[in-house]
Nanobody
Framework: QVQLVESGGGLVQAGGSLRLSCAAS????????MGWFRQTPGKQRELVAA???????NSADSVKGRFTISRDDAKNLVYLQMNNLKPEDTSVYYC?????????WGQGTQVTVSS
């Protein structure tokens, strides 16, 4: 059972930056992929960004050029650097890990962007 713990959320003004971290309970070296989803009440859950074990990344069009996903296998961490934040980025952000045919979820961290 993989456990994921997110941190780094909070309140920031529009145009500001935050870095989310996701700590895994075991080595992420063999994980197929890790990523970040976000869920806002009344909206569909959205894949924000993902990174494979080989380092290939993809991200939603809405965050391209502003958000960057990265991973540190030595520390079992995945990051989401969020720059030029907008009020529409306000959401709960969830870390995910795809491992051995199962998707694991973190508990989520709230990001609020004020205008």
């Amino acid at each position: 059972q993989v456990q994921l713990v997110e941190s780094g959320g909070g309140l920031v003004q529009a145009g500001g930056s935050l870095r989310l971290s996701c700590a895994a309970s075991e080595s992420i070296f063999s994980f197929n992929a890790m990523g970040w989803f976000r869920q806002t009440p009344g909206k569909q859950r959205e894949l924000v960004a993902a990174i494979t074990s080989g380092g290939r990344t993809n991200s939603a069009d809405s965050v391209k050029g502003r958000f960057t996903i990265s991973r540190d296998d030595a520390k079992n961490l995945v990051y989401l650097q969020m720059n030029n934040l907008k009020p529409e980025d306000t959401s709960v952000y969830y870390c995910i890990a795809d491992h051995r045919g199962y998707r694991y979820w973190g508990q989520g961290t709230q990001v609020t962007v004020s205008s």
